[in-house]
């Protein structure tokens, strides 16, 4: 939330940890959109930062056609079998798809686990739907960061010394 706060004050993105796993997926992205731009016969719009409003906002790996998107996980070759195996999206990534779908408000995402390691089967798609039961406790959740996100702003921007 610091680092949010300090964001909103300075108007400067602060550098946050990346390691060579997180590194090697940064890289892998673009190969990954290709992919499945090929494989579905499709075309991916990147886009930047979308917001909900001033406060609440997103960032997801391409935008599909009117209703879609897509979120890309280019992870550990023993994580991708994990993924395929499991047949469906990590658990882990609920609430940053649930919360892809409800900043953007489209109705649905392209959970991507992307390896070309795997020759045999580089990537892993599954279609999520928008929840909105999830979106509900989500709006809430966001709502209470959003008030304490802005008592922190307002703590340090009273203009005291």
Request: charged share 30%.
């Amino acid at each position: 939330m610091r680092k949010i706060a300090a964001e909103k004050l300075t108007g400067l993105l602060e550098e946050s940890y990346k390691n060579d796993v997180m590194e090697n997926g940064i890289e892998t992205e673009k190969e990954a959109r290709r992919f499945y731009e090929q494989v579905n016969d499709c075309a991916v719009e990147q886009v930047g930062f979308v917001m909900r409003d001033d406060w609440i906002g997103c960032s997801p790996d391409g935008l599909v056609g009117k209703e879609g998107i897509i979120e890309i996980k280019c992870p550990l070759s023993s994580t991708h079998i994990e993924t395929i195996l499991s047949g469906k999206m990590p658990t882990i990534y609920i609430p940053q798809v649930q919360g892809l779908l409800w900043i953007t408000e489209r109705k649905w995402c392209d959970f991507i686990s992307f390896d070309s390691r795997v020759i045999s089967r580089p990537m892993f798609c599954i279609r999520v739907k928008r929840d909105t039961e999830y979106f509900k406790k989500l709006a809430g959740e966001v709502g209470i960061f959003v008030k304490e996100l802005k008592a922190i702003i307002n703590k340090i921007d009273d203009g005291k010394f």
